[in-house]
């Protein structure tokens, strides 16, 4: 079953135009000129109920229009789009809920209140019953281990404590699909895999639909099984994220050290990351050149006593993906 479903969903926008100089300035407030821009073009796809998916995309690719349309703060200009069986901008409250949301840069809490008062007046938002409210609640303060700073003004709250927070006020009312946009964004190492272990140990236990936007590889990567890549208001890319560098990586980066003293390293189709005396960190194009031989020719000049191969960073593949487009890469 689909918890979503979008078809040729477009959303245009009228940007005026304004021509340089005081007579430009002048034409622009009593004749304005406007051109269309195309935030989102006619997209397509459907997410299973229980799925995480991450949608990601350079800044300006239509991941937040996308996110506002499906919980019915814009209207699209094209196209359909159900979540839950409901038309978000025509059914929002009665879609909202069953659906969270948390923003990275914009809060739902009070500012100057315990996150405690906030949970209060969101039960009373969703008509949550009081005794499912308290129950709710007190799992909630315990999985995400919010005992210590629930009577806490938020002002007073780290970053990774008020994310949380956040995180856990969108599960109150139990929310069969939950949008994320940017959810661990600022954050450090550890509160960042933090959000991710509770949300991905919610996603296990209720069953809950993820919708991830995200711009960081370790979300995507921990997070979700599939990723829908959008640049320029067009789906580009809709694959499983293990496929991603399966097929649009030509490479391996190989770390080794060595017992041997280092010399200048210089074979074709390969470029040297880094070099230490006893070490050295290649990255090799497999469609120029072979890994074993590479590895074979290492071996051959080195001593070598240990030798990590790995792909590169998911990142760098879904930078080469907006830059250059999804084309796969050669077999060896």
């Given at each position: 079953m689909n918890a979503i479903t979008v078809e040729g969903l477009g959303k245009t926008f009228k940007a005026k135009v304004k021509e340089p100089g005081l007579s430009g300035s002048w034409r622009s407030i009593f004749n304005p000129v406007y051109r269309e821009v195309h935030a989102v073009a006619g997209i397509d796809f459907k997410v299973d109920s229980g799925e995480m998916l991450a949608f990601i995309g350079p800044n300006g690719a239509g991941k937040s229009t996308t996110i506002k349309m499906l919980t019915g703060i814009l209207h699209p200009s094209a196209?359909?789009?159900?979540?839950?069986?409901?038309?978000?901008?025509?059914?929002?409250?009665?879609?909202?809920?069953?659906?969270?949301?948390?923003?990275?840069?914009?809060?739902?809490?009070w500012y100057h209140l315990p996150p405690l008062d906030t949970f209060d007046l969101l039960a009373r938002i969703y008509e949550i019953p009081a005794a499912d409210f308290?129950?709710?609640?007190?799992?909630?303060?315990?999985?995400?281990d919010l005992g210590e700073f629930?009577?806490?003004?938020?002002r007073k709250l780290s970053l990774g404590q008020r994310m949380r927070c956040e995180v856990a006020a969108s599960l109150l009312h139990r929310p069969e699909?939950?949008?994320?946009?940017?959810?661990?964004?600022?954050?450090?190492?550890?509160?960042?895999?933090?959000?991710?272990?509770?949300?991905?140990e919610m996603n296990k236990a209720e069953g809950m639909t993820v919708f991830l936007t995200s711009h960081d590889t370790g979300d995507i990567e921990q997070l979700c099984k599939r990723a829908i890549v959008i640049n320029h208001g067009t789906i580009v890319l809709d694959t499983r994220v293990s496929h991603l560098k399966?097929?649009?990586?030509?490479?391996?980066?190989?770390?080794?050290?060595?017992?041997?003293?280092?010399?200048?390293?210089?074979?074709?189709?390969?470029?040297?990351?880094?070099?230490?005396k006893y070490g050295l960190k290649l990255s090799i194009d497999s469609t120029v050149q072979s890994i074993d031989r590479v590895l074979a020719h290492l071996m051959h000049d080195y001593q070598v006593v240990d030798i990590t191969i790995s792909d590169p960073p998911l990142e760098q593949v879904i930078s080469s993906i907006y830059n250059e487009g999804p084309v796969p890469a050669h077999d060896q």
């Open positions: 196209g359909q789009a159900q979540v839950l069986g409901f038309v978000p901008w025509k059914e929002r409250y009665q879609m909202s809920f069953r659906i969270g949301a948390v923003f990275g840069q914009r809060s739902q809490l308290s129950k709710r609640r007190n799992e909630l303060i315990e999985r995400f629930q009577k806490t003004p938020v699909v939950l949008f994320l946009d940017e959810p661990t964004i600022g954050l450090d190492v550890v509160a960042k895999q933090k959000i991710r272990d509770l949300i991905g399966r097929d649009y990586i030509a490479g391996k980066i190989v770390d080794l050290r060595v017992t041997t003293e280092v010399t200048d390293f210089s074979f074709p189709g390969v470029t040297v990351l880094k070099s230490s």
